[in-house]
């Protein structure tokens, strides 16, 4: 049953304050995955995309159907060639920084959920800049800065201090926060911006409606054009994920797949990178009003919303080396959702950034930091920055802690 919220807000029409764009990306994105058919692909189409130098859109269908699974490990040496080829033997390595957990979005899946009784937290530019030096005196350049989804407690001009104190200790700063409007992602380019990540969750119009019940995040058209107005802000690189699990999850890397290889296409000068995320536990409100580490498909019982797919770590490889042999210069960035052992594996076949030292609380950086704000969700490589350092090293790879210098 719909609430009234859901009644009065559509998942497909505007806010009043969300700008609209030109852009047929959307329409062309939801039609090819709606027709993608994994099962429809033969062992003789993923044969020819493997042969193939420069792989087309019905390839890269092809490398994620179930008829490629047979074939992982040829996918993974073509993948680790390419990986090689356009990114030597090097290994970018950053850490992401929440500065707030507040969120106005009702979203059944998150730990920040509106209507989930953690522990909020915001960190004011004081303990923000003592978080950020205490990072980078671990030897990283690169920060990833995080909030929940709330304009209200953290706002457009936050966030650009925010940026304005990173550049002051690192040489890129990336942000992963609520969509925002093209003239909005032109001021956090002007404090210190580089690249934007937006997670689309899932491209299932219909799934997603089950899974957003309120907020902004409900509107699934702004979310997807979040992209394409933080170019035209100016933001030189952005990144696209499907949180992979929420729904069909070779049809969610599908359209992931499509959404970044048209933006490509759109703007050639853009930086395209992928996240591959899958389902982690997040902390939720017991009935004894406790915060519990609770499954996802625990979450959803209590709605009965249509069920996601658990994805094998095989069919997460599978899905990396895919976007990795279709759009073979774009980063893939491999997080701590994943297992130490299964990072390790895949740095050098298909992912080329790692993150290290992570915490998704807040204020959990700094020694000095008293009180902390709860996590979104359970990590499982808990290795600090020496370590993953390291673990590189032993790979016969190059860590690299700045790939980009302005001059």
Known sequence: MQTDMQKKVSHMEYMEDMEQIDSDILDKVLCEREAFDAKHYTEQEVKRAL???????????????PAAEPYLEEIAKRARQETAKHFGNSVYMFTPIYISNYCENHCIYCGFNCHNHIHRMKLDMQKMEKEMAAIASSGLEEILILTGESRAKSDVTYIGEACKIARKYFRMVGLEVYPMNSQEYAYLKKC????????????????????????HKRIFPYRFHAQERALLGGMRGVAFAALLGLSDFRKDAYATGLHAYYIQRKYPHAEISFSCPRL???????????????????????????????????????????????????????????RAVF?????????????????????????????????????????????????????????VMNDYVYV
């Open 51 to 65: 042969e193939n130098d420069n792989r087309t859109i019905e390839d890269f269908a092809a490398l994620l159907s």
């Open 192 to 215: 210190g911006a580089d690249y934007v990540t937006v997670f689309q969750e899932t491209y299932d119009t219909d799934r997603y409606q089950t899974l957003h019940l309120s907020g």
């Open 280 to 338: 982690r536990p997040i902390v939720t409100t017991a009935e004894s009003g406790q915060p519990q580490a609770v499954q996802e498909k625990e979450v959803f019982s209590v709605v009965e919303p249509l069920r996601g797919q658990e994805v094998s770590e095989r069919e997460l490889m599978q899905i990396m080396c895919a976007y990795r042999l279709f759009m073979p210069y774009a980063g893939l960035t491999i997080s701590t959702r994943e």
């Open 343 to 399: 990072r390790n594996h895949v740095i050098g076949v298909a992912a080329t950034k790692i993150s290290a030292g992570v915490s998704t609380g807040i204020g959990s950086h700094s020694q000095e930091m008293e009180e902390q704000g709860d996590s979104q969700f359970e990590i499982a490589d808990h290795r600090n920055v020496p370590q993953v350092f390291q673990a590189i090293k032993e790979q016969g790879l190059q860590p």
